[in-house]
Antibody, heavy 120, light 108 residues
Framework: QVQLVESGGGVVQPGGSLRLSCAAS????????MHWVRQAPGKGLEWVAF????????YYADSVKGRFTISRDNSKNTLYLQMNSLRAEDTAVYYC?????????????WGRGTLVTVSS | AIQLTQSPSSLSASVGDRVTITCRAS??????LAWYQQKPGKAPKLLIY???SLESGVPSRFSGSGSGTDFTLTISSLQPEDFATYYC??????????FGPGTKVDIK
């Protein structure tokens, strides 16, 4: 079954850390660039980070640069997002998403998301 | 950074109506645009990529058009399952993509 399943969300205090995971199955994970996208409660979609299929290049939104780190383990078919120095404005559902076949840049597979709440 | 605007921000329509949503980019993005549908509590779903290509499995009542700065998503005959929020997304400066603010389509 082709799917992405996020985990690792929860409630964390401001300044704290959290690591999200995204387990991939049903496709050749190591062949695709992967993204994290977030959605604050009641708000729109915000791209967070990207990692190339082989992990050689990483890009971040300015809002998370220096605080978040994207990584992947192709042997485990898993994508990660290490989030440090969390702020209230990082509260959101975090989705992992896969680059589309034939159209690099659109996302043809999304996970169900994991909720991160930053609150004291 | 490339900004996207969508209009309208919301609309009310009836089953069977033809619905058109517009997305405008702050600078030219060729055909590097996608459209997504999102229902409450669910992940976004890809509908259209490269401005006008229909994603596999998406009903043919959905269509996309445009290039450069102006794009349109059209639903030819609105169905009950189409009530949702629709987002455009540009990927001209991939991998740094941006999304439009969304258009909510609800029942009239």
């Amino acid at each position: 079954q082709v799917q992405l399943v996020e985990s690792g969300g929860g409630v964390v205090q401001p300044g704290g850390s959290l690591r999200l995971s995204c387990a991939a199955s049903g496709f050749t994970f190591s062949s695709y660039g992967m993204h994290w996208v977030r959605q604050a409660p009641g708000k729109g979609l915000e791209w967070v980070a990207f990692i190339r299929y082989d992990g050689s290049n990483k890009y971040y939104a300015d809002s998370v640069k220096g605080r978040f780190t994207i990584s992947r383990d192709n042997s485990k078919n898993t994508l990660y997002l290490q989030m440090n120095s969390l702020r209230a404005e990082d509260t959101a559902v975090y989705y992992c998403a896969k680059d589309a076949d034939g159209s690099q840049g659109s996302f043809d597979l999304w996970g169900r998301g994991t909720l991160v709440t930053v609150s004291s | 950074a490339i900004q996207l605007t969508q209009s309208p921000s919301s609309l009310s329509a009836s089953v069977g109506d033809r619905v058109t949503i517009t997305c405008r980019a702050s600078q030219g993005i060729s055909s590097a645009l996608a459209w997504y549908q999102q229902k409450p509590g669910k992940a976004p779903k890809l509908l259209i990529y490269d401005a006008s290509s229909l994603e596999s499995g998406v009903p043919s009542r959905f269509s996309g058009s445009g290039s450069g700065t102006d794009f349109t998503l059209t639903i030819s005959s609105l169905q009950p399952e189409d009530f949702a929020t629709y987002y455009c997304q540009q990927f001209n400066n991939y991998p740094r993509v941006t999304f439009g603010p969304g258009t909510k389509v609800d029942i009239k």
